[in-house]
């Protein structure tokens, strides 16, 4: 357990049984990053979309090979993370971990929950011995892009097509 401002955060391995908390809160950050970002809600939340979250988050919690964990404050499911194997066949999962998603309750942001979850994905590439995390972040996502630079996150040239003719730019944070 760490502090954050207003109580305290516990982290935790996500169950099945916090699949719709998962998906509440991840829908609630989409429309708020994607929101601030131009994008109208009726592109951010779909049925299809649901329901892609629910067997993704499903699918991630049952891996063997990807962690997902989650954040609680004063009992309530604040945010998640997802970690795992590099997505690209081009890195080298014995040395590179990615962050796969980091979603907090907007309700919750600014008060540490995101830090702590971040924390985590550091300790997981010391406990393991890699050099390198990568993820990937919307480019408009001026909140994210600025938090994860904050925690030495460094832009590495790559990019993928995202939504609104606005890509996903690759980042990565270099290991000692």
């Known amino acids: 357990m760490s502090g954050v401002e207003g109580g305290l955060v516990e982290v935790r391995e996500a169950g099945l049984g916090d699949l719709l908390g998962i998906v509440e809160v991840h829908s609630r950050a989409r429309v708020a990053y994607y929101g601030a970002g ?9 049925p299809e979309l649901a329901r892609e979250q629910r067997e993704g988050w499903t699918a991630a919690i049952t891996s063997a090979h990807k962690r997902v964990r989650v954040a ?3 009992g309530v499911l604040a945010g998640v993370l997802a970690m795992g194997p590099p997505h690209s066949s081009d890195l080298d999962p014995r040395t590179t971990a990615q962050l796969y998603q980091i979603h907090v309750d907007p309700e919750m942001w600014g008060r ?3 830090g702590a979850l971040h924390a985590l994905f550091v300790r997981h590439l010391a406990d393991e011995g890699l050099a390198r ?4 972040v919307w480019e408009r996502n ?23 003719e606005t890509p996903y730019v690759g980042m990565q944070l270099t290991h000692p």
């Open 38 to 46: 131009g994008l109208p809600i009726g592109d951010i939340l779909t």
């Open 142 to 164: 001026t909140r994210a892009r600025a938090f994860y630079t904050r925690h030495g996150w460094r832009p590495d040239g790559t990019s993928r097509p995202g939504p609104a």
């Open 133 to 136: 995390g990568v993820l990937e």
């Open 72 to 74: 609680i404050v004063d």
């Open 112 to 114: 540490g929950v995101g």
